[in-house]
């Protein structure tokens, strides 16, 4: 496990105990259920703003609390467990690409405004049903983007996109040559397809090098959430088993149902180890962070693949309900693994970036 900080720690129990508290899967499965085209709760996401969560990343010059990826992880981790809908890791994604490539006037406009959660942003890649940022037609020609974005998180209600285009990001604000279409997913949360036909926009510094550095950084914080959903299936799964009796034995007791429990905490713990390492890459300026995320993303995919599907599997016909909460993982989850490269992808980058 990384060494925390204690502001670290404070950090995640605040996490945790305001997820429990305030956003248990009860809160997801209402939001769900009304159905918000934002996809998220507004309360919610004013609250993680005002605890200070919308600035993680975010400078103090700029007002925020520049406390880093690792801590960003923390509490995706602990939101993660609960299934909570929040623009967080996207907003994150699109801070990302604004400080690394940002210019001061374009940092001194929008980290202020993001820190202080006036405004979710979003990032725009994927313009396929697979993750492939070496394919993109997206083009600016006179300052102005024109292109189709498909699956792009939070693009119902974004009010900032960070679009990647031919030579690199830009960024793209307000609503003038832009065209949500929503597109309705298992998880029950805010994708569209984004449709810019010569909207206005602003080039970010970095070229195409910039466009996979900051596809790194939306990874290791989606593997984040990921560890965090494996760990709160795992549990709820193990629960059951100590209590529910079949065969006149309690489930827990038969030794292929503790191997197959073995199995799925092994493979955490691997996990654990996996994403804080890409974690810790980013804010270490490593310069295997490429390696790190791709790592990462490919055994969060793997490992959460694996646990929502046995939570489904043990516990047997009640998992298949919509009553129990064990569906909201296992979806959740597969569109989690298809986001920002799914295991193959991974597997494949990790090869060649280390020579195979």
């Not at 085209?37 to 975010?58: C, H, K, P, S, T």
């Not at 520049?66 to 993660?80: D, F, I, N, R």
């Not at 909207?199 to 970010?204: D, H």
């Amino acid at each position: 496990m990384a060494v925390l900080t204690e502001e670290q720690t404070m950090l995640r129990d605040m996490a945790r105990e305001w997820a429990d508290n305030e956003a248990p899967v009860t809160a997801f499965r209402k939001m769900r259920d009304a159905a918000p085209a934002a996809g998220y709760d507004a309360e919610m996401w004013r609250a993680q703003a005002e605890m200070g969560w919308a600035g993680i990343l975010v400078p103090e010059a700029q007002g925020g609390a520049g406390m880093g990826y690792v801590s960003l992880g923390l509490v995706l981790e602990q939101l993660g467990r609960n299934l909570v809908a929040t623009p967080l890791a996207s907003t994150a994604a699109a801070t990302s690409a604004i400080l690394m490539g940002g210019s001061d006037a374009q940092k001194a406009a929008w980290l202020p405004r993001i820190a202080a959660g006036e405004l979710v942003a979003t990032l725009a890649i994927d313009e396929g049903p697979r993750f492939d940022p070496s394919r993109i037609a997206t083009k600016v020609e006179g300052g102005k983007l024109s292109g189709v974005k498909a699956f792009v998180p939070e693009g119902d209600g974004a009010q900032l996109f960070v679009v990647a285009a031919t030579d690199g990001l830009y960024l793209v604000s307000g609503d003038a040559g832009v065209t949500r279409a929503p597109r309705h997913l298992a998880d029950a949360r805010s994708h569209a397809q984004v449709t810019f036909d010569n909207a206005p926009a602003e080039a970010l510094g970095g070229g195409v090098e910039l466009i996979g550095q900051v596809a790194d950084r939306a990874a290791a914080a989606a593997s984040a959430e990921m560890l965090g959903m494996a760990e709160s299936a795992f549990a709820q799964t193990n629960d059951y088993l100590k209590t529910r009796v079949q065969f006149g034995q309690v489930l827990a007791s038969f030794q292929a149902l503790q191997h197959r429990m073995a199995k799925m905490f092994t493979e955490l713990e691997l996990c654990r180890s996996a994403v804080e390492g890409a974690l810790e890459a980013i804010d270490s300026g490593r310069a295997n962070v490429a390696q790190e995320a791709s790592l990462a993303k490919a055994v969060a995919n793997e490992t959460l693949h694996l646990v929502s599907r046995e939570m489904i599997q043990l516990h047997g016909g009640i998992g298949m309900t919509d009553e129990h909460d064990a569906g909201f993982y296992l979806k959740r989850a597969r569109v989690l693994e298809a986001q920002w490269g799914n295991a193959a992808w991974h597997r494949d980058r990790f090869a060649r970036l280390n020579g195979y």
